[in-house]
């Protein structure tokens, strides 16, 4: 059945109050630097001023500015978008660029719909004011790339992956998600609302019994290592539900391009008093590879002792690199990782897992280096610590 005018409105009026959540994301990211709602200008010359519009106008710190288009429908408009955006790009020299958004939940018949426009426009089939039709995410993406664009490419990798973290945790506590999710409203939008449900599904959570949803990356909110180290949950998630219990949620996440990801990263001398603090040859031999920085350079007998002594341990070291546990911390409760998230750069999509699932996922892969589910290498200065690379596995 099709939707009616005022259904219309109420579902953009819901769009634009998405994305406002997500202009305000980008800003406390420091992503922009500016954000203007209801952007007018006028011919010089002429009376109406506020003849060309675009909903909202957003700042970079080089001066640059970018308008953004809203709609949840193909069929609106899309002709007064693209004579608004070449006129105000013709009074405004600061703007570079403008873009028509549209929300990332769509159906897959609207989706294609948005898609195949854009790929016309791309493709030069049709000209266009407009750069592109994008959904909210690749927006974010966009306006990440070229916010970062300065930096050297391993500033901008640690950047993107921390920032990962807030964007998920702003994306759980979104109201405007919630609310949606609660009330099963068609005409209302949500903030990659495919990610939260998602992410819900996994928790099991019951939308009739959940009063609030709170979530953070804030590592002073969630703890550190004794040590002063980051645990293992990345994004801490507070649940309320309607009769005022309280449940606590703990991700671990991770944002690659590839179909491997580093997992983790300890000294040797961590890695042998997880395992089993006792057995002096394991930490001899891991204190070789550390050294060494790969296998190739060990010794092949050091090589042979490592593999046979790890072998009995792969079910605690696959737990402790992805949960964090064997490793003394404040509150295992809300520091150990229950649940793990990977983001593809690629295509963006994105699999969680709970971490009970994963891990025994690894410890049926045992292919990789000394016969467990890992690559081993270091990061940074050889010598200093071991870096473990897991598989990103898909939904079965």
Same mark, same amino acid.
């Given at each position: ?15 634009q109050?998405v994305?406002k959540?997500?202009?305000d994301l980008?800003?406390e990211?420091g992503?922009?630097?500016s ?8 011919m ?13 106008k ?5 001066g640059?500015e970018?308008?953004l ?8 408009r899309?002709?007064?978008q ?9 009074l405004?020299s600061?703007?570079?660029?403008s ?6 939940n769509l ?9 195949s ?16 039709l994008?959904s909210?995410?690749?927006l974010?993406?966009l306006?990440e790339?070229?916010?970062?664009k300065s930096?050297p ?6 950047k ?5 973290e ?5 994306t ?5 998600n919630?609310?949606k999710?609660?009330t ?12 939260f $449900?998602?992410? &819900?599904?996994v928790?099991?959570? /019951?939308p009739?019994? =959940? *009063?609030?949803?709170?979530?953070? %990356?804030? !590592? ?12 293992? $949950?990345?994004? &801490?998630?507070?649940?309320?539900? /309607?009769d005022?219990t =309280? *449940?606590?949620?703990?991700?671990? %996440?991770? !944002?690659?391009?590839r179909?491997?990801v ?13 395992l089993d ?22 010794d092949?007998h ?6 046979e002594?790890?072998?009995k341990?792969?079910?605690a070291?696959c ?11 404040d ?9 793990i998230l ?12 709970t971490?009970?699932?994963?891990c ?9 280096a000394f ?9 940074g ?5 071991i ?10």
């Amino acid at each position: 059945m099709p939707e009616t005018n005022i259904e219309k409105s109420r579902r953009g009026n819901s769009f634009q109050r998405v994305l406002k959540y997500l202009m305000d994301l980008c800003k406390e990211l420091g992503y922009i630097s500016s954000f203007e709602q209801n952007y007018k200008i006028g011919m010089p010359g002429y009376d109406d001023q506020n003849q060309f519009k675009a909903p909202y106008k957003i700042g970079f710190e080089d001066g640059t500015e970018w308008l953004l288009f809203t709609t949840t429908s193909l069929r609106d408009r899309i002709k007064e978008q693209y004579w608004d955006s070449f006129n105000i790009k013709q009074l405004n020299s600061k703007i570079t660029n403008s873009y028509l958004v549209f929300p990332d939940n769509l159906d897959y018949t609207d989706r294609k719909s948005f898609e195949s426009k854009n790929n016309k426009i791309q493709s030069h089939g049709e000209y266009s004011s407009l750069n592109a039709l994008v959904s909210q995410e690749k927006l974010f993406n966009l306006i990440e790339a070229y916010a970062l664009k300065s930096l050297p490419e391993s500033s901008q990798r640690a950047k993107k992956g921390l920032n990962f973290e807030k964007w998920v945790a702003s994306t759980l506590s979104n109201q405007c998600n919630l609310e949606k999710w609660k009330t099963n409203d068609p005409s209302l939008e949500g903030l990659h609302y495919n990610l939260f $449900t998602s992410v &819900l599904n996994v928790f099991e959570l /019951d939308p009739l019994k =959940v *009063k609030n949803i709170y979530s953070t %990356s804030d !590592k002073d909110i969630i703890g550190r290592l004794p040590n002063g180290g980051d645990v293992k $949950t990345d994004i &801490l998630t507070k649940v309320t539900f /309607d009769d005022d219990t =309280v *449940k606590y949620y703990t991700i671990s %996440s991770k !944002k690659s391009s590839r179909s491997s990801v580093s997992i983790h990263q300890r000294h040797s001398e961590t890695f042998a008093d997880v395992l089993d603090k006792n057995n002096a040859e394991l930490r001899r031999v891991l204190s070789e590879f550390q050294r060494c920085g790969n296998k190739k350079d060990m010794d092949p007998h050091d090589t042979t002792i490592l593999e046979e002594k790890i072998h009995k341990y792969i079910h605690a070291l696959c737990e402790w690199a992805v949960t964090g546990i064997g490793e003394k911390v404040d509150n295992p409760a809300t520091q150990y990782a229950k649940y793990i998230l990977f983001y593809n750069i690629k295509d963006s999509s994105f699999t969680i897992h709970t971490s009970d699932y994963y891990c025994k996922k690894l410890e049926l892969d045992c292919s990789r280096a000394f016969g467990t589910p890992f690559s081993w290498s270091y990061q940074g200065e050889r010598g200093t610590n071991i870096q473990l690379t897991a598989p990103i596995y898909q939904e079965d």
